[in-house]
């Protein structure tokens, strides 16, 4: 243990780290001296090993320009204590009930613009905001089924929210299939915790899939809608359909029939009520979107409109994940809700605002420069990384359309010890929780997507830009643990199965020993 | 069930009895040229391409190497072990929600081994004993683990016309091979049924009543009309016939195919015997077609034609 973590570097810095606090373990990490004590390097090293040839086996792995890996996931797991969740369960489920009533408000009668809260104009010029779902009014409410509000970690330990997710976010497959390899890989540890399951999820989405029906629609059909294998997180929505146990379809299973969606089965076509798709707005619905995609259905939007499908989640669900509307949330909160938020979003200046680009152009050097529309790391600009010509080519970019850009201070994720390597060093984090709303309760997956930036010092997470994942472990307190009392029942003892001669000849005396007398009698020997 | 996974499924149980059946007929065919040197290696490799329907460049030496990357090793030759077994586990992942855990993995599993060069570096030998092993787990796995509901019949029907196609290509290797060697008792081995060839003609060995056991028996679950029969049994499982004929143009040529072989003479099948084979393999295709017209056509979707609305 100490020889593991001899050289390790982490908590000195600036950056939080989350295991050691100047060079003494933090409590939550506590139980993890006994196990780490007893193991070498090489022992980890082993293990590490069988971890990631168990993820090719299963098949758990995702695309990289159409190469198929292993799901990158380190062996130390990332421990949340109670209190700490408990701030983000309830920072979470207040953000979802903000912006599912924002979402509900633009695309109706958008009283949050007259009341000045926030400019029409941000809204109007989002290039996810779609005419399609103006006056489309979900069956239960819900708009944001399923959310992920990345969450990352500041140099004072405190949560604060880095964006949102409400159009189709993925990574959940992994915080399931995590637990069970990590259970394996290290179960002397995993039986010291009382760790919080994370494997209901898909009964909880299903629910609240089945929640969100059409209207006296009382048995619903719900399938989940890929893009097909070639889709980077192809695995996520085959274990998504096979664990509700539903169908996955692709946009060639599904028909539009006189405002109906089916979907060709052998029997012929039977009809779908609810949708869980993961394939973009854009690509949806040819007759509304991009005429040339072959991933969704023509027919879909209208069915959606005319109430006999729901879309989980709702189209146009992108104006609230905006990067500029993300600066807004705050206020969103205050507004619907009357409350203040419970997690902090990261500073932000918008570029488009006059004064910000004044304070903000000449620090360009010293900043984080993002793109609002982007997603997976696309686009972003770190400021003390880039070269001269790259800031000359952001600063032209950002002057031309200046409200396509935010920018916030370098924010330092916080380290956890990661096996790279072959040894442990700290590197940055970010957690990606993910809630469910059933329309009554915004459920909180307590676990959630830690995603690891694997090179040192890099602070861009995503999968696609080769980053890892890691095992999060939200402890559950002493105080809600279920007092179970010793019940002794004595199983009643029973016959045993059947046994047939051959049991009887190996393991009864008889015929054998017989047989073996008679040989050594006509003189042979025995042996 | 959607029309798409019933395709996988059906390809899924095709796939993984051509890959058991190519390593079954070559395991046969590189052990007869070893054993037997009078014969020639150019004839029989070409031979065997011929019958396995791999086109080739007919000037081109034809030798054992050829005919092991054609039919084993070259995962881009659409006839090879190692194209099947991926084949088999693309498939697999179209169907992922729909097959069992324990079937995934063994499909999975089998076609990293390809992968990695682990069926190459085996050897021909032990690598195609590694094939037949593969794929009793599985079908095993499948056996144990997976409900009889469409996607099963479909496995089975995918399987079945697959073996049928198979074993009358293993029957036409050997009635090529004419007088060099023992051909037939070669072959035999490769179902896996001499022993129970044997037992059944009490020791007497022709040619003729291999030809028979192989093509006619009703309970060697290898031969021709043992799986045609099971192929019936599967398309009749999936759709529920009238009070009269048949509806199903797959069961129609399935079922004329059985009669025709069943209820002619066997001197008279066994007089032209590649011929007939061919005649067989024709309507595993025709039939292959029919019940892709009939269960799959749904699954080719359409395209929208209209432009940005």
Redesign the interface.
Same mark, same amino acid.
């Given at each position: 243990m100490d020889s593991m973590f001899h050289h390790y570097p982490g908590g000195t810095g600036p950056a939080y780290d989350e295991m050691f606090d100047a060079g003494t373990m933090r409590p939550a990490y506590d139980q993890f001296r006994s196990t780490l004590d007893t193991m070498t390097m090489a022992d980890l090293a082993s293990r590490v090993e069988a971890l990631q040839a168990s993820y090719l086996d299963q098949g758990v792995t995702f695309d990289i320009g159409g190469e198929e890996r292993a799901f990158p996931l380190d062996i130390l797991p990332r421990v949340i204590e109670q209190d700490s969740w408990s701030t983000i369960e309830r920072g979470v489920q207040q953000r979802v009930r903000a912006l599912e009533a924002f979402l509900a408000d633009v695309y109706d009668a958008g009283q949050v613009f007259t009341d000045g809260v926030i400019p029409r104009r941000v809204i109007a010029t989002s290039s996810h905001f779609h005419r399609a779902a103006a006056s489309v009014r979900p069956p239960n409410g819900v708009r944001v089924h399923v959310s992920g509000i990345d969450l990352i970690r500041d140099n004072d330990g405190e949560f604060r929210v880095l964006e949102d997710n409400v159009r189709v976010p993925s990574g959940v497959s992994y915080v399931m299939t995590n637990r069970r390899a990590i259970a394996s890989a290290l179960p002397e540890t995993f039986a010291h915790h009382r760790i919080r399951p994370v494997a209901g999820y898909p009964q909880r989405l299903l629910a609240a899939l089945r929640a969100a029906a059409p209207a006296g629609v009382a048995d619903p059909t719900v399938v989940v809608l890929t893009p097909g294998v070639f889709n980077g997180a192809y695995f996520e929505h085959a274990l998504l359909a096979r664990t509700m146990g539903v169908e996955l379809v692709e946009g060639r299973d599904l028909e539009c029939r006189r405002g109906r969606v089916m979907m060709r089965t052998t029997n012929g076509p039977e009809p779908v009520h609810v949708i869980y798709r993961r394939v973009d707005d854009e690509f949806l619905d040819p007759v509304h979107f991009r005429g040339d995609s072959l991933l969704g259905c023509p027919g879909l939007i209208d069915a959606a409109r005319s109430g006999q499908v729901v879309l989980a989640n709702a189209v146009g669900n992108g104006v609230a994940d905006d990067k500029l509307v993300y600066t807004y949330v705050p206020d969103l909160i205050r507004y619907y809700l009357d409350e203040e938020p419970v997690l902090r979003n990261v500073d932000t200046w918008r570029l488009g605002d006059a004064d910000a680009r004044e304070e903000v152009m000449d620090r360009l050097d010293e900043l984080v420069v993002k793109p609002v529309d982007g997603s997976g790391g696309k686009g972003i600009v770190i400021g003390p990384a880039a070269s001269r010509p790259e800031l000359d080519e952001l600063r032209s970019k950002v002057l031309a359309e200046p409200r396509n850009w935010i920018a916030q201070p370098v924010v330092q994720l916080s380290t956890v010890p990661t096996f790279v390597d072959g040894k442990l060093g700290p590197r940055h984090v970010d957690l990606r929780p993910f809630a469910v709303n059933d329309g009554t309760k915004v459920w909180v997956l307590p676990g959630g997507l830690t995603r690891v930036a694997l090179p040192e010092g890099e602070l861009i997470v995503n999968s696609s830009r080769g980053g890892g994942s890691k095992d999060t472990w939200v402890l559950a307190g002493p105080t809600v643990a279920p007092v179970r009392e010793e019940v002794v029942v004595h199983a009643h003892q029973a016959e045993p199965p059947s046994s047939g001669p051959a049991i009887t000849d190996l393991t009864g005396p008889g015929e054998q020993e017989q047989q073996q007398q008679q040989a050594r009698e006509k003189g042979g020997t025995a042996c | 069930?959607? &029309? #798409?996974?019933?395709e996988s499924m059906f390809w899924i149980g095709r796939y993984v009895e051509r890959a058991e059946d190519t390593a079954r007929i070559l395991d046969v065919q590189t052990q007869l040229l070893l054993e037997d040197t009078s014969g020639s290696e150019e004839t029989t490799c070409r031979n065997l391409l011929a019958i396995m329907g791999v086109e080739f460049d007919p000037d081109a030496r034809v030798d054992t190497r050829l005919v092991l990357e054609q039919l084993a090793y070259d995962a881009n030759a659409p006839a090879s072990v190692a194209a099947v077994l991926a084949a088999a586990r $693309?498939s697999a992942?179209?169907a992922? =929600?729909t097959l069992s %855990?324990a079937m995934? =993995?063994a499909l999975?599993?089998t076609h990293?081994s390809v992968v990695s060069g682990q069926f190459r570096a085996a050897g021909p030998a032990s690598g195609f004993r590694w094939v037949r092993d593969r794929a009793a787990l599985i079908n095993g796995a499948a056996d144990a683990t997976m409900t009889r509901d469409?996607g099963w019949q479909f496995l089975m029907l995918g399987r079945c016309l697959e073996r049928a196609d198979m074993t009358s290509r293993l029957v036409a290797t050997a009635a090529y091979a004419g007088g060099s060697g023992s051909p037939w008792t070669n072959t035999l081995r490769a179902c896996g049924g001499y022993e129970a060839f044997l037992r059944t003609y009490k020791g007497a060995e022709t040619e003729r009543m291999a030809a028979e056991f192989l093509l006619l028996d009703r309970l060697f679950p290898r031969s021709v009309i043992f799986s045609l029969n099971r192929a019936e049994q599967c398309l009749h499982n999936?759709e529920a016939g009238g009070r009269a004929g048949f509806q199903n143009d797959a069961l129609r040529l399935i079922g004329r195919t059985r009669a025709d072989l069943e209820y002619r003479s066997l001197s008279d099948v066994v007089a032209d015997l590649p011929g007939e084979m061919e005649k067989l393999q024709r309507t595993c295709a025709l039939a292959t077609d029919a019940v892709t017209r009939r269960?799959f056509a *749904? &699954? $080719?979707?359409?395209?929208?034609q *209209? *432009? #940005? %609305?």
């Amino acid at each position: 243990m100490d020889s593991m973590f001899h050289h390790y570097p982490g908590g000195t810095g600036p950056a939080y780290d989350e295991m050691f606090d100047a060079g003494t373990m933090r409590p939550a990490y506590d139980q993890f001296r006994s196990t780490l004590d007893t193991m070498t390097m090489a022992d980890l090293a082993s293990r590490v090993e069988a971890l990631q040839a168990s993820y090719l086996d299963q098949g758990v792995t995702f695309d990289i320009g159409g190469e198929e890996r292993a799901f990158p996931l380190d062996i130390l797991p990332r421990v949340i204590e109670q209190d700490s969740w408990s701030t983000i369960e309830r920072g979470v489920q207040q953000r979802v009930r903000a912006l599912e009533a924002f979402l509900a408000d633009v695309y109706d009668a958008g009283q949050v613009f007259t009341d000045g809260v926030i400019p029409r104009r941000v809204i109007a010029t989002s290039s996810h905001f779609h005419r399609a779902a103006a006056s489309v009014r979900p069956p239960n409410g819900v708009r944001v089924h399923v959310s992920g509000i990345d969450l990352i970690r500041d140099n004072d330990g405190e949560f604060r929210v880095l964006e949102d997710n409400v159009r189709v976010p993925s990574g959940v497959s992994y915080v399931m299939t995590n637990r069970r390899a990590i259970a394996s890989a290290l179960p002397e540890t995993f039986a010291h915790h009382r760790i919080r399951p994370v494997a209901g999820y898909p009964q909880r989405l299903l629910a609240a899939l089945r929640a969100a029906a059409p209207a006296g629609v009382a048995d619903p059909t719900v399938v989940v809608l890929t893009p097909g294998v070639f889709n980077g997180a192809y695995f996520e929505h085959a274990l998504l359909a096979r664990t509700m146990g539903v169908e996955l379809v692709e946009g060639r299973d599904l028909e539009c029939r006189r405002g109906r969606v089916m979907m060709r089965t052998t029997n012929g076509p039977e009809p779908v009520h609810v949708i869980y798709r993961r394939v973009d707005d854009e690509f949806l619905d040819p007759v509304h979107f991009r005429g040339d995609s072959l991933l969704g259905c023509p027919g879909l939007i209208d069915a959606a409109r005319s109430g006999q499908v729901v879309l989980a989640n709702a189209v146009g669900n992108g104006v609230a994940d905006d990067k500029l509307v993300y600066t807004y949330v705050p206020d969103l909160i205050r507004y619907y809700l009357d409350e203040e938020p419970v997690l902090r979003n990261v500073d932000t200046w918008r570029l488009g605002d006059a004064d910000a680009r004044e304070e903000v152009m000449d620090r360009l050097d010293e900043l984080v420069v993002k793109p609002v529309d982007g997603s997976g790391g696309k686009g972003i600009v770190i400021g003390p990384a880039a070269s001269r010509p790259e800031l000359d080519e952001l600063r032209s970019k950002v002057l031309a359309e200046p409200r396509n850009w935010i920018a916030q201070p370098v924010v330092q994720l916080s380290t956890v010890p990661t096996f790279v390597d072959g040894k442990l060093g700290p590197r940055h984090v970010d957690l990606r929780p993910f809630a469910v709303n059933d329309g009554t309760k915004v459920w909180v997956l307590p676990g959630g997507l830690t995603r690891v930036a694997l090179p040192e010092g890099e602070l861009i997470v995503n999968s696609s830009r080769g980053g890892g994942s890691k095992d999060t472990w939200v402890l559950a307190g002493p105080t809600v643990a279920p007092v179970r009392e010793e019940v002794v029942v004595h199983a009643h003892q029973a016959e045993p199965p059947s046994s047939g001669p051959a049991i009887t000849d190996l393991t009864g005396p008889g015929e054998q020993e017989q047989q073996q007398q008679q040989a050594r009698e006509k003189g042979g020997t025995a042996c | 069930m959607l &029309s #798409r996974i019933a395709e996988s499924m059906f390809w899924i149980g095709r796939y993984v009895e051509r890959a058991e059946d190519t390593a079954r007929i070559l395991d046969v065919q590189t052990q007869l040229l070893l054993e037997d040197t009078s014969g020639s290696e150019e004839t029989t490799c070409r031979n065997l391409l011929a019958i396995m329907g791999v086109e080739f460049d007919p000037d081109a030496r034809v030798d054992t190497r050829l005919v092991l990357e054609q039919l084993a090793y070259d995962a881009n030759a659409p006839a090879s072990v190692a194209a099947v077994l991926a084949a088999a586990r $693309e498939s697999a992942r179209r169907a992922r =929600e729909t097959l069992s %855990v324990a079937m995934w =993995e063994a499909l999975n599993t089998t076609h990293r081994s390809v992968v990695s060069g682990q069926f190459r570096a085996a050897g021909p030998a032990s690598g195609f004993r590694w094939v037949r092993d593969r794929a009793a787990l599985i079908n095993g796995a499948a056996d144990a683990t997976m409900t009889r509901d469409e996607g099963w019949q479909f496995l089975m029907l995918g399987r079945c016309l697959e073996r049928a196609d198979m074993t009358s290509r293993l029957v036409a290797t050997a009635a090529y091979a004419g007088g060099s060697g023992s051909p037939w008792t070669n072959t035999l081995r490769a179902c896996g049924g001499y022993e129970a060839f044997l037992r059944t003609y009490k020791g007497a060995e022709t040619e003729r009543m291999a030809a028979e056991f192989l093509l006619l028996d009703r309970l060697f679950p290898r031969s021709v009309i043992f799986s045609l029969n099971r192929a019936e049994q599967c398309l009749h499982n999936l759709e529920a016939g009238g009070r009269a004929g048949f509806q199903n143009d797959a069961l129609r040529l399935i079922g004329r195919t059985r009669a025709d072989l069943e209820y002619r003479s066997l001197s008279d099948v066994v007089a032209d015997l590649p011929g007939e084979m061919e005649k067989l393999q024709r309507t595993c295709a025709l039939a292959t077609d029919a019940v892709t017209r009939r269960f799959f056509a *749904g &699954s $080719e979707g359409t395209n929208w034609q *209209g *432009g #940005r %609305v």
